[in-house]
C-alpha cells in the first residue's frame, strides 16, 4: 500500500518541525515550496530548504506560488495533502483543489482569535496570557476553514515573542503528530468556526515600536517583550535622542506621583510612566550600542530624564 502524499508550503521554524513531523509520520512529500531567504532579513530561525534537502525532497523557491507554473508542480506531484506552514504568502483556490484529502494550515494562535498576521507578536502585545497553534483546513477566505485541533501554550509576564514563538513551535508540531493518523483514515474531526469581528490583524511595521511613556507600564512593558530582537524592537525618544529598549520588567506595587521620568536608584535604571506605574529597564542602548545598565543608574540616579 503506498504511503499518503503531501505537498508541503512551508518557512521558519513552525515550517521546519511540521515537515520533519509528517516524514516521522509515515507522509510521503514528493515536493516542498518555500521562500528564498531575503539578505536583508535577520535569519534567526531554521531554513526549510537546508531541512528538505537534507532528507532528500525537492524545493522549489517561486517568487508568486499561485501561478500556473506552480500549479501544474503541485499536480504532477499527485497529492492527497496539501499543507502550509507558516508560508508567507496565502494559497488560492486552485492550489487549494489540487489536493485531493483537503489543504491544511497551520495557524499560530488559537483561532478565531488572531487571524492573519504576526499572531504571536499582536496576542503578547494585547497582554494575553496564553497563544497556541491551530491546524484547520484552508478556504479563500485567510484562517477561516473548519478547525481540526489546537493546543494553547502559556505566555508567561516577561516572555518575549522568540520565547512564546518557540511553545507556538512545538504546540505546532504536536497538533500535527497526533492529528496525522486521522487526516489519513478520514477520521478527524472538523469544527467550523465562527467569523469573529475585530479579529484579523495586519503586518506590523517597525515604527509601530515606538513606545509613548504616558501609556500604563504594563502597555509598555507588553510592546516592548512582543517586538524584542530578532523583531525591529521598541524604541523611544529621550531627551532629543533615540533609545532602543528591548528588555524591561514591571514593578509591581504602589504607584508614584509626578510627571513620566527615568531615574536611578541602588544601581538600576527605572521609567515612571502613565498613571504612575513603573519599569524596571534592563537592556537599553542608542545609536552607538548597548549602555552599560550599572553605569546608566547611577548617572540617573544623579539626574533624572523628564520623558
Known amino acids: 500500500m503506498s504511503r499518503?502524499?503531501?505537498v508541503v508550503f512551508a518557512y521558519h521554524d513552525v515550517g521546519v518541525r511540521c515537515l520533519?513531523?509528517?516524514?516521522?509520520?509515515?507522509?510521503?512529500?514528493?515536493?516542498?515550496?518555500?521562500?528564498?531567504?531575503?539578505?536583508?532579513?535577520?535569519?534567526?530561525?531554521?531554513s526549510v530548504a537546508e531541512t528538505a534537502r537534507d532528507y532528500g525532497v525537492p524545493v522549489i523557491t517561486p517568487?508568486?506560488?499561485?501561478t500556473a507554473t506552480v500549479e501544474g508542480q503541485v499536480a504532477a506531484a499527485r497529492p492527497e495533502f496539501l499543507f502550509s506552514f507558516y508560508y508567507r504568502s496565502m494559497l488560492k483556490a486552485p492550489l487549494l483543489r489540487a489536493a485531493r484529502l483537503g489543504a491544511l494550515n497551520m495557524h499560530g494562535s488559537l483561532l478565531p482569535r488572531y487571524r492573519g498576521r504576526a499572531p504571536v507578536n499582536w496576542a503578547i502585545l494585547n497582554g494575553e496570557t496564553e497563544c497556541g497553534a491551530t491546524l484547520h483546513?484552508?478556504?479563500?477566505?485567510?484562517?477561516?476553514?473548519?478547525?481540526?485541533?489546537?493546543?494553547?501554550?502559556?505566555?508567561?509576564?516577561?516572555?518575549?515573542?522568540?520565547?512564546?514563538?518557540?511553545?507556538?513551535?512545538?504546540?505546532?508540531?504536536?497538533?500535527?503528530a497526533r492529528s496525522l493518523p486521522g487526516l489519513v483514515s478520514g477520521a478527524?474531526?472538523?469544527r467550523p468556526q465562527?467569523?469573529?469581528?475585530?479579529?484579523?490583524?495586519?503586518?506590523?511595521?517597525?515604527?509601530?515600536?515606538r513606545i509613548d511613556w504616558r501609556w500604563p507600564a504594563r502597555r509598555v512593558h507588553d510592546l516592548v517583550r512582543a517586538v524584542a530582537p530578532p523583531f525591529p524592537g521598541a524604541f523611544?525618544?529621550?531627551a532629543g535622542e533615540r533609545w532602543?529598549?528591548?528588555?524591561?520588567?514591571?514593578?509591581?506595587?504602589?504607584?508614584?506621583?509626578?510627571?513620566?521620568r527615568l531615574y536611578g536608584e541602588e544601581g538600576q535604571c527605572f521609567a515612571v510612566c502613565g498613571e504612575g506605574t513603573r519599569l524596571r529597564l534592563l537592556t537599553a542602548g542608542d545609536r552607538h550600542g548597548p549602555f552599560d545598565m550599572d553605569a546608566l543608574g547611577e548617572r540617573l540616579a544623579r539626574q533624572p530624564v523628564r520623558l
Request: hydrophobic share 40%.
Open 137 to 176: 483546513y484552508m478556504v479563500d477566505r485567510a484562517d477561516a476553514g473548519d478547525i481540526v485541533d489546537q493546543l494553547a501554550v502559556p505566555i508567561l509576564e516577561d516572555d518575549d515573542a522568540r520565547e512564546v514563538f518557540a511553545k507556538v513551535t512545538v504546540a505546532a508540531e504536536t497538533i500535527l
Open 4 to 6: 499518503p502524499r503531501a
Open 63 to 66: 517568487t508568486d506560488a499561485n
Open 188 to 190: 478527524a474531526p472538523r
Open 236 to 238: 523611544a525618544d529621550v
Open 194 to 209: 465562527p467569523v469573529v469581528p475585530g479579529q484579523y490583524f495586519g503586518r506590523r511595521r517597525p515604527e509601530d515600536g
Open 244 to 260: 532602543d529598549i528591548h528588555r524591561t520588567r514591571l514593578v509591581h506595587g504602589p504607584g508614584v506621583d509626578g510627571p513620566p
Open 20 to 46: 520533519k513531523a509528517l516524514l516521522s509520520g509515515g507522509i510521503e512529500v514528493p515536493l516542498v515550496v518555500t521562500v528564498a531567504d531575503d539578505p536583508q532579513e535577520r535569519q534567526w530561525y531554521a
